[in-house]
């Protein structure tokens, strides 16, 4: 193993939180760029669906798991000195990857004009062509995402953070450029965007993991067994076969904003994308960071270590989730007008994304905790409970969106999103603590208790500040944003210590 200095859990989140940080804002200038060139219209929407069978095809191949079920597996062999043979594993279990993403990706191309078809019924032909034309140019690079997740798995069983948290910022930076090179040299138009996606995703979330995994010690190594790519298959095949509400809810604004009209996929997308915002820096970050540390300590079997350590990640997540829940809330008005409000975007469209982000912005303490519990899940190589619950919280999503669709169009889609998430977190909380100790999860909902009124309390407090200093154009909004922002975390902080959150001080270490 490569024995250069690593990081603690503590350095490990910093880095991690950081580099989110960094992506998180770039996604909200990349967001400020669409805002400004196509609005929230047809061109964006338009752009926004482009990237639906290609992330469905990362979903196929677990992608999006693809470096949480790959460490287990290396954890094991690298924890008993097995280090030849974790070399060897990886590099059947890449050679297998491989293959099969070129093979998907080829098939997805020649089909994609039908797929589209079926899955936007409700748009005009000339849009779906347009569609059809974007998503051939956006599919390859889920080759270059794919197979970069496992050069990020080497990484972090290394627990080496720094180039796989430079991917997001990199991929952020080409779609960009893309789009501000598209706009200088032409009409803006989706398609600089995606050309911008695809570099991004070339250097970023292949090239640059790739140089990461072989800093970290990465070695090529032939004649390994079927075992390893058997073992393998069977950990990724839940997270294949099974289409959890935490990956498909990003596709639910795409899919279900063609019922509500022109520009819906484009609202419901601004409007959740600054809500992702704090669940990058607080759940991803928490979730990420912590993964690596869960991993070694089910392999070396240290079963209560293992749940303290859960518990004190997933608290201190829960807790400042809920004070990010009450600083969008108060300041979600300003904060559109500031990040948005230019260009081809309206001080009306400012009204409809705003009043979508206050449904959104709930869900964010229930990111927190199920990014955090599911990789305990994960780590213990427990795979089908977090996605058997999940699929069947999809399942249940469906009818559910579609209900609050048609009876309240786009705030419908933005609550149901919130709901579902909500039930998946609750019901995959209830099994962690069923298979660990009751104590936990009383400690989970003791740090809640004590953070609701804090946060509540703290939104009222910002709202009212934001009322006095708000007004209607982006640069005025700015004082509002500052102050309630400002009043949000005093309130949050000052109340926490008066009914004594441990967490907000744990929460500078964790």
Not at 310 to 325: D, E, N, Q
């Amino acid at each position: 193993m490569n024995q250069r200095k690593v990081l603690g859990l503590g350095g490990a989140t910093l880095v991690v939180s950081v580099s989110i940080l960094v992506s998180r804002l770039l996604g909200v200038l990349r967001e400020t760029v669409l805002a400004a060139t196509l609005g929230v219209s047809t061109a964006g929407d338009v752009y926004r669906n482009a990237f639906v069978v290609p992330d469905l095809l990362n979903y196929l191949l677990a992608g999006g798991f693809l470096s949480i079920t790959l460490i287990p597996v290396l954890s094991r062999r690298f924890e008993a000195g097995e280090d030849q043979q974790a070399w060897q594993d990886f590099t059947s279990v890449f050679r297998t990857i491989g293959i099969a993403i070129v093979a998907l990706t080829g098939l997805l191309i020649l089909a994609a004009d039908p797929l589209v078809r079926l899955l936007f019924p409700s748009l005009a032909n000339t849009d779906v062509a347009t569609i059809v034309e974007l998503t051939r140019l956006a599919l390859p690079a889920q080759i270059f995402l794919v197979l970069g997740a496992l050069f990020m798995a080497v990484s972090y069983t290394q627990r080496r953070f720094l180039f796989p948290a430079l991917a997001p910022v990199v991929y952020n930076v080409g779609i960009i450029a893309g789009g501000l090179i598209g706009a200088a040299v032409d009409e803006p138009s989706p398609h600089a965007f995606v050309w911008g996606a695809v570099g991004g995703a070339l250097v970023g979330n292949f090239a640059m993991q790739w140089l990461g995994a072989k800093r970290a010690g990465l070695r090529w190594r032939g004649g390994g067994s079927r075992d390893a790519v058997r073992q393998y298959l069977l950990l990724a095949l839940p997270l294949m076969i099974g289409q959890s509400i935490t990956v498909l809810d990003e596709q639910f604004p795409r899919l279900f904003g063609q019922l509500v009209g022109e520009g819906g996929t484009s609202a419901l997308t601004f409007a959740r994308m600054l809500n992702m915002l704090p669940v990058g820096l607080i759940a991803q970050a928490a979730g990420v960071a912590s993964f690596p540390f869960l991993a070694r300590l089910a392999a070396r079997g240290e079963v209560a270590e293992l749940g303290e350590t859960t518990l004190k990640a997933v608290r201190t997540a829960a807790v400042v989730g809920l004070g990010a829940t009450a600083l969008l809330i108060a300041t979600a008005e300003p904060l559109v007008r500031i990040i948005y409000q230019w260009g081809a975007f309206t001080g009306e469209d400012s009204r409809l994304v705003s009043g979508l982000l206050l449904p959104f912005s709930l869900s964010i303490p229930a990111w927190a905790i199920h990014q955090v519990i599911g990789r305990w899940f994960y780590a213990n190589q427990r795979m089908w409970t977090p996605v058997v619950i999940g699929t069947t919280v999809t399942l249940a999503a469906i009818p559910l969106t579609l209900f609050a669709a048609d009876q309240w169009g786009l705030p419908g889609i933005a609550s149901a999103s919130t709901v579902v998430i909500w039930l998946y977190t609750l019901v995959l909380t209830g099994a962690w603590v069923k298979s660990t100790n009751r104590l936990l999860g009383q400690g989970l909902l003791e740090s809640m208790l004590r953070s609701l009124p804090a946060a509540a309390a703290a939104a009222v407090a910002g709202l009212w500040v934001v009322g006095q200093l708000g007004g209607k154009e982006p640069l005025t909004g700015i004082p509002a944003l500052i102050g309630g922002t400002a009043t949000v975390i005093a309130v949050f902080w000052l109340i926490g210590r008066v009914v004594r959150i441990p967490e907000l001080v744990r929460a500078r270490t964790a």
